[in-house]
């Protein structure tokens, strides 16, 4: 028994081919889709178990007791519902959109802390003065401490910085520097309270148990009790709503699949679903529509210099069979020097006509009314050279 032999032979080969390719490209997809927890990932998530992840600080906050969740939907949400009871991490945000900037000012008014990390986390920030630093530097910093607030005491803090902040708003505090440079800042904003990290190393995976860098994160984010944390994820790339959760590689693959499986369907039954009678013929044009049409052509194109082309051969090879000659590609000069041999009495016109009609046809800029003019005069030549032509018949 063949498999699926109530289809027809072709039918079935192409759905074979079908389920062949289906599987052939989401093999290829799943190889070269790149693994988002590889180390070669940068975005500090607390969903990454990679080395610039940051899985480790999360659970290990989880476990040390500290109500924290993770915060996927709109931050305008998160700012409606802020109070002196709401802490959120930034950790590496990437946001230029009004909206979420004034998000986060409401946090921090409502009397929320918020800790925020590398330049679009002090791009976010309320009164935040995030900058590029004059040197770069790709190698880890033990920072100094320069600060005489709790936080500066937090110990021995190891740093990559991305970002620097520009001195000068005595409300707001160094507390670590990297060779001079502002690393750590602190600053009182409205009601809450405001954490600065020039980037979000301490925190990632490889380098939470490094020195001190745990206590930095914990001193950062303040006292445990009486306060509910959030890891803000809706920064880094996605803001999670009901369908988020049904998006990915399937539901790409499904939103191309079915269309193109829907054209196979209609393809493979159209082909015996049509119709059984022949088309009628269509109605023949009456000349005079398709003169019209044919000088609409003409017109919309510019091609009045084509039509003097096609008017001028006519004539050409009318002529030269009136003359008892082969049609040949000829001169206007030597053309018309052949009829006054064979047609002495042609009109006197003739010559400066038929220069007329060939300078014409290398004018492409030729105005339509000329054209038109040049090609009336060939039909009139034409029709009395016609007449001339004909045998005069003699009375006995």
């Not at 802490?87 to 009004?98: G, L």
């Not at 002090?122 to 590029?132: M, N």
């Not at 880890?140 to 708003?169: F, H, I, K, R």
């Not at 490889?206 to 930095?216: E, G, P, T, W």
Request: aromatic share 8%; with cysteine.
């Amino acid at each position: 028994m063949k498999f699926l032999s109530a289809l027809d032979s072709r039918d079935r080969r192409l759905l074979l081919w079908c389920v062949g390719i289906a599987v052939a490209l989401a093999g290829l997809i799943g190889f070269l889709v790149p693994n988002a927890n590889g180390n070669d990932n940068p975005l500090p998530s607390s969903y990454l178990a990679g080395r610039h992840g940051a899985r480790a600080a999360y659970d290990t906050l989880l476990r040390s007791g500290y109500p924290v969740q993770r915060w996927e939907r709109p931050l305008a949400e998160l700012a409606a519902a802020a109070g002196p009871d709401t802490v959120v991490i930034f950790a590496q945000p990437f946001s230029r959109e009004p909206d979420d900037i004034k998000a986060v000012r409401q946090i921090v008014e409502r009397g929320g802390r918020v800790l925020s990390t590398g330049f679009w986390g002090g791009y976010i920030l309320p009164g935040g003065a995030p900058d590029t630093p004059s040197e770069f530097s790709f190698a880890a910093c033990e920072l100094e401490p320069e600060g005489l607030d709790p936080l500066a005491g937090s110990g021995t803090v190891w740093m990559v910085p991305t970002a620097t902040w520009q001195v000068g708003n005595p409300a707001q505090r160094v507390e670590y520097t990297c060779a001079g440079q502002p690393a750590v800042v602190e600053y009182d904003y409205g009601k809450g309270h405001v954490v600065w990290w020039a980037s979000a190393t301490p925190l990632e995976n490889a380098s939470l148990a490094r020195a001190q860098n745990l206590d930095l994160l914990l001193s950062s984010l303040g006292p445990r009790e009486g306060r509910h944390f959030y890891w803000d994820e809706s920064l880094h790339g996605d803001v999670r709503s009901t369908w988020s959760y049904a998006a990915g590689p399937a539901l790409t693959l499904l939103r191309i699949g079915l269309p193109v499986l829907g054209l196979l369907i209609v393809f493979s039954f159209s082909r015996r679903s049509g119709p059984v009678r022949e088309p009628a013929p269509p109605e023949r044009t009456a000349p005079i529509e398709f003169v019209e049409a044919l000088g609409s052509l003409y017109r919309s194109a510019g091609a009045s210099s084509t039509a003097v082309a096609v008017a001028l051969e006519r004539f050409r090879r009318h002529t030269l069979r009136l003359c008892g000659m082969r049609p040949a590609a000829i001169g206007a000069q030597e053309l018309a020097a052949v009829i006054r041999r064979r047609l002495p009495s042609a009109a006197p016109s003739l010559e400066s006509d038929l220069a007329a009609c060939e300078e014409a046809v290398l004018n492409e800029s030729i105005d339509p009314r000329e054209a038109l003019r040049l090609i009336q005069a060939l039909h009139a030549h034409q029709e009395s050279l016609a007449v001339e032509a004909k045998p005069v018949s003699r009375s006995a």
